[in-house]
């Protein structure tokens, strides 16, 4: 299928439908340990297909020592006794199918967990059969790295093996070492575990920093960013032009994907943190497709104004329509901080609002269907490396977004039983932001969630149809189409905190209203208010 006949109303389901992502360890404990696990993600699942979203992506669930919670991976190809036995997730796929909803994994390809038995065997010494498969090189003449590169962390990318006397390459903690994907067995191995998935029944895959698979093998030093201060990570003191984005890594993504369309109808979205010249490629093209989606994280890089959000709209839908690309939109993830956070409570419906209309896919952040925010966490709490390795920066840490789902007014919001202590603390605001709470009240958050994927369903021109902005005068106020089929849709989002009165639209009717009535046609649009009308 092409992607204009996609446009004319055939969607995938990755691109009619909506992801949503769970932190496993944080949706529901089923066995009373405080960390949540597959059975207690599969006794929720109809809480899923509630809210009318289509996919469900876990973030990573297989063996692990857990030094990067998961993203450290020992085993590929089973699941961690924490979350469960690879029967569970049998019956997890099967439950989450019945209902209609798709299962994406997490696939961590880029490095392994220091005790994943490749890298076992490759730190035996210089002649083990699996030594290549991870990036060793000699020290530096004065005994140091081999370069200057740091990790994601902080501190240097390389760690010494003192009984061999090499450095091996780790973007992450050096506990994470980094897969040499130069190696073509490591890339049939690789390939071989997204089968392993995929006979078992899984739809698709998040592939976890994919544009950093592959270096600049002449291992030069990085420039320095003029542009760093100490507020930021020491990872941002480098310009990585020698470990992103590399043209070897769009290779080993192509060969990825054909294992992919080997199997029927699966999917592959890249986290990818590049401006969008650099992005769109990495959907490949009609002759060598690479990722299905890019992820599209300017939602929540750029600043929050109607008109900085408008031209990069304007900008990345033209530019996806050229690259015949499917566009998609996120709003938060276990890495950034909680989106009502950051916007600001007042904004909350109005970013939602935004990332569940604009043409392409949207991910959704477990959590954020019912207004989770950050939550802070006192120091003795802390546990992400990201924040312990770097208590500097204090925006480093990612546990504020990581804290478990709140399902009930009950000590312990219904994740865990009520005497255990959770892994990371619950939010003071539990009691009162909770799903069985907002469940029953038709002017709630979730409500106004569940109406906006209503409307989707309803509206085809919300999912295929053309994108188009609409400028009605006023800087605060960001206001687009929705065409398809000659029905058009109008969404309009006041980003800012004074009404706006737009005049009458022509054939206005509201669909719906972040403040939960209908107003008249030609209405003032209040402070804070999204608002979708059929015109
Ligand atoms: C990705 C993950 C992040 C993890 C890192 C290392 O950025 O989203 O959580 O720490 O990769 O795997």
């Known amino acids: 299928m092409t992607q204009r006949s996609s446009v004319a109303g055939e969607l995938k389901w990755w691109q009619r439908g909506i992801i949503y992502q769970i932190y496993p360890r944080s949706f529901q404990d089923s066995n009373d340990d405080g960390v949540g696990d597959l059975r207690g993600i599969t006794a929720r699942l109809p809480y899923l297909a509630s809210l009318g979203v289509e996919a469900v992506w876990l973030s990573p669930i297989f063996t692990s020592p857990m030094r990067d919670f998961g993203y450290d991976v020992a085993n590929y190809c089973d699941i961690d006794p924490l979350f469960g036995t690879l029967a569970d ?134 420039p320095v960013n003029p542009d760093w201060t100490p507020a930021s990570v020491e990872h941002a003191r480098l310009e990585h032009i020698y470990t992103q984005d590399q ?5 080993y993504i192509r060969e990825l994907r054909q294992v992919l369309d080997e199997f029927d109808d699966r999917m592959m979205v890249g986290e990818i943190y590049l401006p969008m010249d650099r992005l769109l490629p990495y959907a490949g093209t009609e002759d060598a497709r690479m990722v299905h989606l890019p992820f599209n994280f300017q939602l929540i ?21 050229a690259a015949g690309s499917w566009p998609n939109w996120v709003l938060g993830n276990h890495d950034q901080h909680r989106f009502k956070t950051r916007v600001g ?79 990371l603390p619950l939010d003071d605001a539990a009691p009162a932001v909770n799903v069985a709470a907002q469940d029953t009240d038709p002017t709630s958050d979730l409500n106004y969630f569940r109406a906006l994927t209503r409307l989707r369903r309803e509206h085809p021109a919300l999912l295929g149809g053309t994108y188009a902005s609409v400028d009605m005068g006023a800087p605060d106020v960001f206001t687009f189409t929705r065409s398809l089929n000659g029905e058009t849709l109008m969404v309009l989002l006041n980003f800012g905190s004074a009404a706006h009165d737009l005049g009458a639209l022509a054939g206005e009717r509201t669909l719906l209203s972040s403040a939960g009535d209908q107003p008249q046609p030609g209405a003032a649009l209040r402070p804070n208010e999204a608002r979708i009308v059929l015109t």
């Open 89 to 222: 997730f049998d019956e997890l796929v099967a439950a989450a199918h019945a209902l209609g909803l798709k299962i994406m994994l997490d696939y961590v390809p880029n490095h392994t967990s220091s005790d994943h038995a490749w890298f076992c065997e490759a730190i035996i010494g210089h002649d083990s059969g699996k030594r290549d498969w991870y990036v060793w090189r000699d020290p530096a003449p004065d005994g140091g790295p081999p370069n200057n590169w740091v990790s994601f962390f902080g501190g240097p990318a390389w760690t010494l093996d003192a009984a061999s006397g090499q450095y091996y390459l780790h973007q992450f903690l050096p506990s994470q070492p980094d897969l040499n994907w130069r190696n073509p067995d490591v890339r049939a191995a690789m390939g071989d575990v997204l089968r392993f998935w995929m006979r078992r029944g899984v739809d698709g895959f998040r592939v976890d920093v994919i544009w950093l698979l592959a270096e600049d093998d002449r291992f030069l030093d990085e």
């Open 301 to 321: 890089l750029l600043p929050w104004h109607a008109d900085v959000v408008r031209t990069y709209a304007d900008e990345y839908d033209a530019a996806s329509l």
């Open 345 to 423: 409570a007042a904004q909350y419906r109005v970013a939602q609002t935004l990332l569940l209309t604009l043409r392409g896919t949207p991910t959704v952040y477990y959590g954020d269907e019912i207004g989770m925010q950050n939550v802070p966490i006192p120091l003795e709490r802390m546990v992400d490396p990201a924040g312990l390795q770097q208590p500097d920066v204090p925006a480093a840490g990612r546990d504020p977004e990581r804290t478990p789902m709140q399902w009930d007014a009950t000590p312990n919001a219904g994740f865990t039983g009520e005497g255990t202590p959770p892994w």
């Open 247 to 251: 043209p070897e890594t769009h290779e």
